[in-house]
C-alpha cells in the first residue's frame, strides 16, 4: 500500500472484501524503508488487525514493531536469543491479533559439523491465546538459490497444513511452513514451482525432524559412488521372489550398484523390500527402463532409490530426477545426443545401445573437447570380457544384465527352463559375478 495512492486503495478493497465474506487473511508484514515510514504502513494495517487470521513478522519487523510499541528489544540481537520468543507474545498481546509468527534464519559463513558453509538454517516460532510454538528443535537447513519469496511461501505452508490438511498440531503446522519456504528457494525467481507431490515428498522425508534440503549434494554422492561401483546389474525380473534374494546375494558377493528395471513383475514392491532391506552404504539402488517423467514422483517415494536410467531422454526426465535428488542417466548415442542430453543437466548419461558402439569409438568421442568431462553408461551388449575395455576408454561405469545376474530371474515361476537356470547360477553364475565385481572395481 505504500507504493501509491491507487495500490493503497485497492488493498484496502481486498482486505474489506476478504472480510465481508468471511475469507480468513493472513499478513506478511514486509516493510520497505525506501516506500516510506513504518509508522506510515501500520496506520494502514492497524484497522485490520482484529480480522487477520494470522500476522507474519520477520525479525526485522518484529524489532521495528515491538519498538514502535515501547517493547524492550535484547541487547543481544542474535536470532537465536530465546528472548525473541516472548517479546513475540507480548507484542501479539498488544496488538490483539489472534496469531502472531515470526520466521528467523540464519546463514553459516563456513562449514560447520554437517552444515556447509553458505547453508541458511531456517526455524519459526508462533503465538497464540494458548501459548508459543517453535520449531527450533528441528529446523530445515538449505542453501537458497534466491533470497525472495520465503514468507509468502511459510504463509502457503501454514496456509495448506491448516485448511487444506486440517493439521491442529501448530508445531507440525510451523515445521511445514518452513519446509516449504525452503523448497521454494530452490528455485529462481519469486513464484513457486513445488507441487504437492514434490512437497509430499519431502514431507515424508523429514518426519517433523531436522532435514536437509540438499538435493545437489545427492546427485554429487550417487554420481560418486557410481563411479567407484563400475559396474550397475540390470535386474529385469519376472520372478520377484527370484530377484529379491539374487538382489541381495549380488550384493554379498560384492556388488556396489543396482538396477530394477521399470517392466519388473511387481516393481515397486520389490523396490521397497530391497531399499529397506540393504543399507546404502552396502549398494546403491536405482530404477531403469523408465519411459515418462510422469513415473519420477513415484519412484521418488520409495526411500533409497537413488538414480534412474532410461533407454531414451524422456522430456523433462533430467529436471524432474534431479528436483527429487534422483540422479537422471538419459540414454543418447551419437555425439550431438549425449551432448543435448550434458545440456538438459545430466551428469551421467547412458550410452544406448552400446552394441552398435565400439570401445575405441567411445574413446575417441570422448577425447574431442568438453566431450571428455562427461560421465558416460554403456549399456546394451555388455558382457564380462568387454566389459573392462569399456572401463578403460573412458566410461565411469557400465551396464549388465543377465549375463551378470542370471538367466532365472527373467523366467516366470512355472516356466520349464526355470530349474536349469537355478542351476546354471548355482554352478557357474554366482561365481562369475563375484569374479566380474572384483575385477572391474579394482580397474
Keep these: 500500500p505504500l507504493t501509491g495512492e491507487i495500490p493503497a486503495y485497492n488493498w484496502t478493497k481486498c482486505m474489506e472484501t476478504a472480510i465481508k465474506h468471511k475469507i480468513p487473511i493472513t499478513l506478511d508484514l514486509n516493510h520497505r524503508k525506501q516506500l516510506g515510514t513504518l509508522e506510515k504502513l501500520w496506520s494502514i494495517i492497524t484497522p485490520f488487525l482484529p480480522d487477520l487470521h494470522l500476522l507474519i513478522l520477520s525479525l526485522a519487523s518484529l524489532s521495528e514493531l515491538a519498538t514502535l510499541h515501547s517493547l524492550k528489544i535484547p541487547t543481544n ?3 537465536e536469543n530465546p528472548e525473541w520468543t516472548k517479546i513475540l507474545q507480548e507484542l501479539r498481546i498488544k496488538l490483539n491479533v489472534p496469531r502472531l509468527a515470526c520466521c528467523f534464519k540464519i546463514r553459516y559463513e563456513s562449514d560447520h559439523e554437517n552444515i556447509k558453509k553458505g547453508e541458511q538454517k531456517r526455524w519459526s516460532v508462533i503465538a497464540d491465546k494458548n501459548g508459543i510454538y ?4 528441528h529446523p530445515v537447513y538449505h542453501l537458497p538459490k534466491d533470497e525472495c519469496g520465503g514468507g509468502s511461501a511459510w504463509a502457503a505452508g501454514f496456509i495448506d497444513s491448516v485448511f487444506f490438511r486440517g493439521i491442529d498440531d501448530l508445531k507440525e503446522v510451523i515445521r511445514n511452513a518452513d519446509l516449504l519456504a525452503a523448497l521454494c528457494q530452490e528455485t529462481f525467481g519469486d513464484h513457486s514451482v513445488v507441487d504437492s507431490n514434490y512437497f509430499n515428498h519431502w514431507l515424508e522425508i523429514s518426519k517433523n525432524n531436522s532435514v536437509h534440503v540438499d538435493t545437489e549434494n545427492n546427485l554429487q554422492k550417487t554420481t560418486q559412488k557410481m563411479k567407484l561401483g563400475k559396474v550397475i546389474p540390470i535386474l529385469r525380473a519376472k520372478n520377484r521372489d527370484i530377484a529379491v534374494a539374487r538382489a541381495k546375494e549380488l550384493v554379498s558377493l560384492g556388488c556396489k550398484l543396482l538396477e530394477v528395471t521399470m517392466d519388473s513383475t511387481d516393481v515397486i514392491q520389490v523396490l521397497k523390500e530391497l531399499c529397506e532391506a540393504i543399507p546404502e552404504d552396502q549398494c546403491t539402488i536405482g530404477v531403469g527402463t523408465v519411459f515418462d517423467a510422469s513415473q519420477i514422483p513415484s519412484i521418488a517415494e520409495i526411500k533409497g ?23 537422471a542417466v538419459p540414454a543418447a548415442f551419437s555425439p550431438q545426443e549425449i551432448w543435448e542430453a550434458k545440456l538438459q543437466g545430466a551428469r551421467v548419461i547412458k550410452l544406448f545401445p552400446a552394441q552398435l558402439y565400439s570401445p575405441a569409438t567411445l574413446k575417441a568421442v570422448l577425447e574431442v573437447g568438453s566431450f571428455g568431462t562427461v560421465n558416460i553408461v554403456p549399456s546394451g551388449g555388455i558382457t564380462p570380457e568387454n566389459a573392462p575395455e569399456w572401463l578403460k576408454a573412458g566410461a565411469i561405469a557400465v551396464g549388465m544384465g543377465s549375463k551378470l545376474t542370471g538367466d532365472d530371474i527373467k523366467l516366470p515361476q512355472g516356466d520349464p527352463r526355470l530349474a536349469g537356470a537355478i542351476e546354471a547360477w548355482k554352478n557357474g553364475g554366482r561365481q562369475t559375478a563375484k569374479s566380474i565385481f572384483e575385477k572391474l572395481q579394482n580397474l
Excluded: M, R, W
Design 134 to 137: 517453535s520449531s527450533f528443535e
Design 305 to 327: 532409490v537413488k538414480f534412474a536410467l532410461s533407454p531414451i531422454n524422456p522430456k523433462d526426465f533430467v529436471s524432474t530426477c534431479h528436483k527429487y535428488g534422483i540422479l
Design 77 to 79: 540481537q542474535s536470532e
